[in-house]
Antibody, heavy 121, light 107 residues
Framework: EVQLLESGGDLVQPGGSLRLSCAAS????????MNWVRQAPGKGLEWVSA????????WYADSVKGRFTISRDNSKNTLFLHMNSLRVEDTAIYYC??????????????WGQGTLVTVSS | DIQMTQSPSSLSASVGDKVTITCRAS??????LAWYQQRPGKVPNLLIH???TLQSGVPSRFSGSGSGTDFTLTISSLQPEDVATYYC?????????FGPGTRVDLK
């Protein structure tokens, strides 16, 4: 059974940094495309970033490009989102989601429970 | 970037009603379109991928259609547990944008 468990969400000041983790079980992380999707309080879903399976190809939303980095530790079967220069508008629940295939050009069929990032002074 | 729009933004319907939600892409995306359901306070759940392929475990009252720029999600007979917000998402090219969502309530 696929399971995804996010952690690392916290209250951080504007301009600060944070690293989110997504521990994966039930499948080999390296083989699958993975996404980070966020949802601001009371708002809709916003795709943030993706990493391809079997390679290190990455994609980013314009709103986070240059500030966020997606990566994975294959030995720990864990996905990361490194977030720098955080802004108030980055406040959201961050979900990791597993794609149906090894390409990000597939839908996300398994989602974690999310971790809350709050950016405030 | 491909922009996704949905209509209506919200709707109220009775149990047993047929419900239709539309999603439009600003450029052609073939069938690289998914529909997700998010119940209040819950995690998003994949309903449809490839515009019309029902995800395993999803009730058959849900169906999807369309290709190119115009897509439809249909609930053939609305049930109380279908109260949720529904999102479309294109995954043809980055950024993999979601639509703004359609909130479905019971009348």
């Amino acid at each position: 059974e696929v399971q995804l468990l996010e952690s690392g969400g916290d209250l951080v000041q504007p301009g600060g940094s944070l690293r989110l983790s997504c521990a994966a079980s039930g499948f080999i992380l390296y083989n699958s495309a993975m996404n980070w999707v966020r949802q601001a309080p009371g708002k809709g879903l916003e795709w943030v970033s993706a990493i391809g399976g079997f390679n290190d190809n990455t994609w980013y939303a314009d709103s986070v490009k240059g500030r966020f980095t997606i990566s994975r530790d294959n030995s720990k079967n864990t996905l990361f989102l490194h977030m720098n220069s955080l802004r108030v508008e980055d406040t959201a629940i961050y979900y990791c989601a597993k794609a149906l295939g090894s390409s990000p050009r597939t839908a996300s069929h398994s989602w974690g429970q999310g971790t809350l990032v709050t950016v405030s002074s | 970037d491909i922009q996704m729009t949905q209509s209506p933004s919200s709707l109220s319907a009775s149990v047993g009603d047929k419900v239709t939600i539309t999603c439009r892409a600003s450029q052609g995306i073939s069938n690289f379109l998914a529909w997700y359901q998010q119940r209040p306070g819950k995690v998003p759940n994949l309903l449809i991928h490839g515009a019309s392929t029902l995800q395993s475990g999803v009730p058959s009252r849900f169906s999807g259609s369309g290709s190119g720029t115009d897509f439809t999600l249909t609930i053939s007979s609305l049930q109380p547990e279908d109260v949720a917000t529904y999102y479309c998402q294109e995954y043809d090219r980055a950024p993999l944008n979601f639509g703004p969502g359609t909130r479905v309530d019971l009348k």
